[in-house]
T-cell receptor, first 113, second 114 residues
């Protein structure tokens, strides 16, 4: 199906484990983003990517790693999960930095025990 | 830190206009105001954006005050499907204007009642 998808939709893991959240978009958008959403905070940008093999840090990058070997995929890895990383994670994409609308995926709810 | 403040919650009767206020008193001259909404358990959805002039599209209207310190999102005929959290966001420039990012606030939870 066309659009932006995330997997898994729900994940429970333990402290110290590595977790990878997947994001896939079918529009060939150049820009992709990872946000986290927590109670008491607005969405906060973790990492973004302007194109394949180009990534940059957002507001809260510590503890996360990203890669973008293909335009359509933008995985987010928690190398050693901590309880403070329990959150809902959203991936988004947009055509270009000057484009006004970001398209969001359905989110991944991650619980770190 | 968020650059916007919004009421925590609002109610609206179905079929009536919903007027959602937002304060952004520290906004800079080149920073746009964006509105997104988030229906329960879904990703945010773009609604509208503006800089100085009022804007209208098929979803809503955006009224920005002349001093740009506040704005109002108007849903002209609210339906039950408009029940959502509405975010007023400022888009800021950084890296000498080469990059843009959205600064999200906490949003207004709008309940449209039958």
């Amino acid at each position: 199906d066309a659009g932006i998808t995330q997997s898994p939709r729900y994940k429970i893991t333990e402290t110290g484990r590595q977790v990878t959240l997947m994001c896939h978009q079918t529009w060939s958008h150049s820009y992709m983003f990872w946000y986290r959403q927590d109670l008491g905070h607005g969405l906060r940008l973790i990492y973004y990517s302007a194109a394949a093999d180009i990534t940059d840090k957002g507001e809260v990058p510590d503890g996360y790693v990203v890669s973008r070997s293909k335009t359509e995929n933008f995985p987010l890895t928690l190398e050693s999960a901590t309880r403070s990383q329990t959150s809902v994670y959203f991936c988004a994409s947009t055509l270009a930095v000057t484009y006004n609308e970001q398209f969001f995926g359905p989110g991944t709810r991650l619980t770190v025990l | 830190d968020a650059k916007t403040t919004q009421p925590t919650s609002m109610d609206c009767a179905e079929g009536r206009a919903a007027n959602l206020p937002c304060n952004h008193s520290t906004i800079s001259g080149n920073e746009y105001v964006y509105w997104y909404r988030q229906i329960h358990s879904q990703g945010p959805q773009y609604i509208i954006h503006g800089l100085k002039n009022n804007e209208t599209n098929e979803m809503a209207s955006l009224i920005i005050t002349e001093d740009r310190k506040s704005s109002t999102l108007i849903l002209p005929h609210a339906t039950l499907r408009d029940t959502a959290v509405y975010y007023c966001i400022v888009r800021v420039l950084y890296n000498a204007g080469n990059n843009r990012k959205l600064i999200w606030g906490l949003g207004t939870s709008l309940a449209v009642n039958p």
